[in-house]
T-cell receptor
Framework: GNSVTQMEGPVTLSEEAFLTINCTYTATGYPSLFWYVQYPGEGLQLLLKATKADDKGSNKGFEATYRKETTSFHLEKGSVQVSDSAVYFCALFSGSARQLTFGSGTQLTVLP | GAGVSQSPRYKVAKRGQDVALRCDPISGHVSLFWYQQALGQGPEFLTYFQNEAQLDKSGLPSDRFFAERPEGSVSTLKIQRTQQEDSAVYLC???????????FGEGSWLTVV
């Protein structure tokens, strides 16, 4: 079956530090890959996505590249801000299963 | 509407009570999903509709959980005889037919006491 493994948190960084959150996946076929962000008390917001190998998704300074050879989709940001503090979820969408499969989430706290 | 709308946002239910959670998807979105998110965990798939047809209900944890979408738009997730382990956030999401970008609502936070 499909599965997503995320780097365990919590992650605490100082403002302007470099961020990497690792994500690897197992899937049949060619899934699409996503990062969602969840701010306290809110629902999931789509952060970025990539639909095929070597695609790079980017938004709000965050980037992730779909690496088929390593089955990875690591999230990066060059300079984090306090407002980036949230929980980040890596997910894959399998067309055959017609559902998103999520990782367990990584709590990020950015200190001023 | 502009986004996926869910109600109620917060619900406290006594154990054994029945609850109904409503989801209004983005206008024109044929696909509708329900997910359950326990505290500190990632969302877990419950069920999927395409229009009014429930094509996958493999994630529903027990026969106390029931979902419907009778007119292919608004959906209701019903939980009968609630138990404490049902306490979670219930997320509704929608997408275009064949689309792989799924948009989520803010969730209904259910606490069973």
């Amino acid at each position: 079956g499909n599965s997503v493994t995320q780097m365990e948190g919590p992650v605490t960084l100082s403002e302007e530090a470099f961020l990497t959150i690792n994500c690897t996946y197992t899937a049949t076929g060619y899934p699409s890959l996503f990062w969602y962000v969840q701010y306290p008390g809110e629902g999931l917001q789509l952060l970025l996505k990539a639909t095929k190998a070597d695609d790079k998704g980017s938004n709000k300074g965050f980037e992730a590249t779909y690496r088929k050879e390593t089955t990875s989709f690591h999230l990066e940001k060059g300079s984090v801000q306090v407002s980036d503090s949230a929980v980040y979820f890596c997910a894959l969408f399998s067309g055959s299963a017609r559902q998103l499969t999520f990782g367990s989430g990584t709590q990020l706290t950015v200190l001023p | 509407g502009a986004g996926v709308s869910q109600s109620p946002r917060y619900k406290v239910a006594k154990r054994g009570q029945d609850v109904a959670l409503r989801c209004d998807p983005i206008s024109g979105h044929v696909s509708l999903f329900w997910y359950q998110q326990a505290l500190g965990q990632g969302p877990e798939f419950l069920t999927y509709f395409q229009n009014e047809a429930q094509l996958d209900k493999s994630g529903l944890p027990s026969d106390r959980f029931f979902a419907e979408r009778p007119e292919g738009s608004v959906s209701t997730l019903k939980i009968q005889r609630t138990q404490q382990e049902d306490s979670a956030v219930y997320l509704c999401a929608s997408s275009l037919v064949g689309g792989n970008t799924i948009y989520f609502g803010e969730g209904s936070w259910l606490t069973v006491v």
